[in-house]
């Protein structure tokens, strides 16, 4: 099935450090959002974007809807231990089922 | 916690089998959405209710699954006669009126041996 480009496919920082991840497509989307998921759990969602240019903040992240409706950035500032997991970008067009990327792993060293 | 639910959370079973996963979306919620997830991948798209109504069904879903959602509240996922692909995490998620936003439940993770 269609999976949409997340980059990187992984990344290993410190402790404090920024991140920044992104996702594209080579569709058009209505709705971008951003997903967390633990091993063995269902993902979360932690932010969602409604229009082309938004940029929308929850605590330490922030995301944005790209501007050619094809591209999502998630970005997370002074990252902590808690922050490991895999990251997916998931994006609406007209229906209802979400098309998922192939999302980023992060690990946090101390 | 009032999240979505899922039963059971780990499923072995033998190839050939039939197996059954239940979920039990958030309440009120009136749109309940099934994914299959494998190693290394995103999640997709497998089938989608809006109450009782399953309005959309992927390629992936073959003559063996079979889903239902009979009063609108919790669905099942049943795949017949079980083979060593189907071997993923089954994830379902809800979704309220009038948000786009899917919640997903923990998953059932099944292993055909």
């Known amino acids: 099935g269609q999976q949409l480009n997340q980059s990187p496919q992984s990344m290993f920082i410190q402790e404090g450090e920024d991140v920044s991840m992104n996702c594209t497509s080579s569709?058009?989307?209505?709705?971008w959002l951003w997903y967390k998921q633990d091993p063995g759990e269902g993902p979360v969602l932690l932010i969602a974007?409604?229009?082309?240019?938004e940029l929308t903040s929850n605590g330490r992240l922030t995301a944005q809807f790209g501007i050619t409706r094809k591209d999502s950035f998630l970005n997370i500032s002074a990252s902590i231990p808690s922050d490991v997991g895999i990251y997916f970008c998931a994006g609406l067009h007209n229906t209802d089922k979400l098309i998922f990327g192939t999302g980023t792993r992060l690990q946090v060293f101390p | 916690d009032t999240g979505v639910s899922q039963d059971p959370r780990h499923k072995i079973t033998k190839r050939g089998q039939n197996v059954t996963f239940r979920c039990d979306p958030i309440s009120e919620h009136n749109r309940l959405y099934w994914y299959r997830q494998t190693l290394g991948q995103g999640p997709e798209f497998l089938t989608y209710?809006?109450?009782?109504?399953?309005?959309?069904k992927s390629r992936l879903l073959s003559d063996r699954f079979s889903a239902e959602r009979p009063k609108g509240s919790f669905s099942t996922l049943e795949i017949q006669r079980t083979e060593q692909g189907d071997s993923a995490m089954y994830l379902c998620?809800?979704?309220?009126?009038?948000?786009?936003?899917?919640?997903f439940g923990p998953g059932t993770r099944l292993t055909v041996l």
């Open positions: 998620a809800s979704s309220p009126p009038g948000l786009v936003e899917q919640f």
């Open positions: 974007l409604y229009k082309a240019g």
């Open positions: 209710f809006q109450n009782e109504a399953q309005l959309e």
């Open positions: 569709s058009i989307f209505n709705t």
